[in-house]
């Protein structure tokens, strides 16, 4: 149901703004306004009344917190005491920030906030197998029930969101598109918007979470989404090579209703996909920063940018500067030049900005050479059934961890960012990492992706690649292979386990 008729139809004709509480919502009904900075915040909890059987393993504790400035989230965890307590120290990219509690005895994520430099208090009490109490002490206001009933709220829009898909979206213009997939946000945020239970600001995070993910998901990946719409329902007649519709840069005028200056933004993960993907766009053709001056740069960005934003000057722009070199950091695992580091100096006026971007710059110098110089293998000319074998005896008397992956896989190139500094204490080790993909990756852009990446990789046809699915029973990706020193299979596995799992698979099997 729509709260206001006139609103629902001006949204439909993309006229006015879709962000609804930031446009009408007062600073009661938002978290405080956040900024860059470094810290550390403190996370100490209980669950108390948790009945454990004999010969239980103790229960792990993880805390997923986004971080603003590298778009790379802490994750943390840690054992639960005997006790009951847990405890975190979280590095902060901003004084207020805002994570997710999670475990496998608990039915769902638990929402909390943090403050730099302050410890926030959070008691769990398990009433029964499906139902546990909550009491939070925090500089950013949650109540009970935005811990507790934040995730159900969001598991409700995810299904939404799945059942809005169209199998005919590949044949819909592009203006179409937008104006379908802003529909269908719309009726994602009524959700959270009619909820009685979650506070107002709890609210305007998940709606801002959403609408940064429409954005990042469907609106700014279009030619992404529309191919893979075709391939995935294609019949007969359609069965000819599909090429999606080509963008013109007037596509983009629905940034302008989604506010990218709202500071309450830095507390969504999904905002720096957003601006990664506006860096990345072929229609916007955003040069590389490179060692431009970053005024020089910006004077080519807003060329671009500001009748699309609506906005010359703001947070936005700091955002996709601080990105910029992020996404060096992240694509290339190129650290800054001389060049880059005085124009950052000399640009932020924030210097929190440049403590962290240096920071990220020291860790990217001690990983750079092991995670750089990849190897581009020829794939064995063997009969299929023999391909996997002699892949892998090519590597004789070394551990050899296969990563199936593709270009397009986010959760496949999220861990492979993450294992990146774990990788990095394998260098002197007998061991091997491959990466195999296929022609689903676009040639060019795989050749680019791997600089960053390092290792042995392998380009396989779809037929290869097919043969392997096969063999080995996967369809899902990021799936990993490890192999002993004698070239025997002794895990498979899909879907990243986290990096403390992975190096102790890895060391269970190193001499």
């Known amino acids: 149901m729509r709260s206001n008729l006139f609103l629902f139809k001006q949204i439909l004709i993309m006229g006015i703004c879709i962000a609804f509480l930031s446009c009408t919502s007062t600073n009661k009904d938002k978290f405080p306004e956040p900024k860059i900075m470094m810290g550390t915040a403190k996370v100490t909890g209980s669950i108390t009344n948790l009945q454990l059987k004999d010969g239980d393993e103790k229960p792990i504790i993880r805390l997923r917190v986004p971080n603003p400035v590298t778009g790379e989230p802490s994750m943390l965890e840690t054992y639960l005491n005997k006790d009951g307590s847990f405890s975190f120290e979280v590095p902060m990219e901003s004084n207020f920030m805002i994570g997710i509690i999670s475990s496998e005895i608990l039915r769902t994520g638990l929402i909390i906030g943090l403050a730099s430099q302050e410890e926030t208090k959070l008691i769990i009490t398990k009433k029964d197998d499906e139902n546990i109490e909550v009491n939070i002490s925090s500089r950013i206001e949650l109540t009970s029930n935005d811990v507790l009933n934040f995730g159900d709220t969001i598991n409700q829009m995810m299904m939404m ?68 719409t075709h391939k995935d329902i294609k019949t007969t007649e359609d069965s000819k090579e599909f090429t999606p519709q080509k963008l013109e840069k007037s596509y983009f005028t629905f940034l302008k209703d989604f506010n990218l200056n709202d500071p309450q933004y830095l507390y969504n993960g999904s905002y720096s996909r957003v601006l990664k993907n506006i860096l990345f766009n072929e229609t916007l053709n955003i040069p590389l920063i490179k060692d431009s001056p970053i005024n020089e740069w910006l004077k080519q960005v807003k060329a671009t940018m500001t009748d699309l934003i609506g906005a010359d000057s703001g947070l936005f722009y700091d955002m996709l500067v601080i990105n910029a070199y992020i996404a060096q950091f992240d694509n290339e695992v190129q650290p800054l030049s001389d060049k880059q580091i005085e124009n950052i100096k000399s640009y932020f006026k924030n210097e929190e900005i440049t403590k962290i971007l240096l920071k990220k710059n020291d860790d990217i110098m001690k990983v750079a050479q092991y995670n750089s110089n990849p190897v581009v293998k020829e794939t064995p000319a063997v009969p299929l059934k023999e ?86 029973d996967f369809i899902g990706i990021p799936t990993y292979q490890l192999y002993d020193i004698n070239g025997k299979l002794e895990k498979q596995f899909s879907g990243y386990p986290g990096t403390n799992e992975m190096k102790t698979m890895i060391e269970q099997l190193l001499p």
């Open 161 to 228: 969101e799945n059942q809005d898909s169209y199998s005919s979206d590949y044949k819909m213009s592009p203006t179409d598109f937008a104006r379908i997939t802003i529909q269908n946000m719309e009726k994602t945020l009524n959700i959270i918007l009619n909820d009685t239970i979650l506070s107002k600001s709890a609210q305007n995070f998940g709606m801002n979470e959403f609408k940064l993910f429409y954005l990042a998901s469907y609106l700014l990946d279009y030619d992404f989404y529309i191919s893979k």
């Open 387 to 472: 391909l996997m074998p002699a892949i892998i005896n090519q590597y004789k008397d070394k551990i050899v961890l296969v990563d199936f992956w593709t270009t397009s896989c986010g959760p496949c190139l999220e861990a492979m960012k993450e294992f990146r500094e774990a990788k990095d204490s394998y260098k002197n080790k007998d061991i091997v990492f491959v990466y195999i993909t296929n022609t689903s990756s676009p040639l060019n852009l795989w050749k680019d992706k791997i600089k960053g990446i390092g290792g042995e990789h392998y380009y396989l046809t779809k037929g290869e690649w097919k043969s392997l699915q096969d063999s080995f």
